[in-house]
């Protein structure tokens, strides 16, 4: 089984900084990672897809890039609406399985 | 566009328990939708999705032979059969519908739940 890590585990900036998270897979997945947010108490959003792409609604503050093992995911000016766990996803198509990264908390 | 789980409580080790996730706002028979948990205080497990038009479905290991997903698409309704329950179990149920962006069945969870809690005690 692929098995997928984050770094940091958690974080602590100051807004308008830079910030950056890690997700490492444990063998080559191509693209096939998804990045969600998810706020204390509420569901997860979906911020982005196949590893760079932009969700529609998404602020243009968050990006992502990388593929094979290594992906990185950026806030490129923190704001305070943006403190959540950040977790990345990856997904395999045959069979169809879902595994996500234990998340990365993100402070002000 | 909302989905809303309902049939979560408190059940013993060994005991069932059937989850719903009414869906509305959409064309609910052209989606696959997943069941995606949260155990207290810890991230996110993916645990079951079925096809757009029920023929499909897949479990991750740790459910696989004790939980089964089904859906009715008549009453824009998928549930989550959970059986042998175990305390491991006990999470926090979201069902989430993928975005058409990525892919009807198999894309990322763009719509959630507000979720239905589980709790598996003696």
């Known amino acids: 089984d692929i098995q997928m890590t984050q770094s940091p585990s958690s974080l602590s900036a100051s807004v308008g900084d830079r910030v950056t998270i890690t997700c490492q897979a444990s063998?080559?997945?191509?693209?096939?990672l998804n990045w969600y947010q998810q706020k204390p108490g509420r569901a997860p959003n979906l911020l982005l897809f196949d590893a760079s792409n932009l969700h529609p609604g998404v602020p243009s503050r968050f990006s992502g890039s990388g593929s094979g093992t290594h992906f990185t995911f950026t806030i490129s000016s923190l704001q305070p609406e943006d403190v959540a766990t950040y977790y990345c996803q990856h997904y395999d198509n045959v069979p169809p399985k879902f595994t996500f990264g234990p998340g990365t908390k993100v402070e002000i | 566009v909302q989905m809303v789980e309902s049939g979560g409580g408190v059940v013993q080790p060994e005991g069932s328990l059937r989850l719903s996730c009414a869906a509305s706002g959409f064309n609910f028979g052209i989606f696959g939708i997943h069941w995606v948990r949260q155990a207290p205080g810890k991230g996110l497990e993916w645990v079951a999705v079925i096809w757009d038009d029920g023929s499909q479905d897949y479990y991750s290991d740790s459910v696989k032979g004790r939980f089964t997903i089904s859906r009715d698409n008549s009453k824009n309704t998928v549930y989550l059969q959970m059986n042998n329950l175990r305390p491991e179990d006990t999470a926090l149920y979201y069902c989430?519908?993928?975005?058409?962006?990525?892919?009807?069945?198999?894309?990322?969870?763009?719509?959630w739940g507000q979720g239905t809690m589980v709790t598996v005690s003696s």
């Open positions: 989430a519908r993928p975005s058409p962006r990525h892919h009807y069945v198999r894309g990322a969870f763009h719509i």
């Open positions: 063998q080559d997945i191509s693209n096939n």
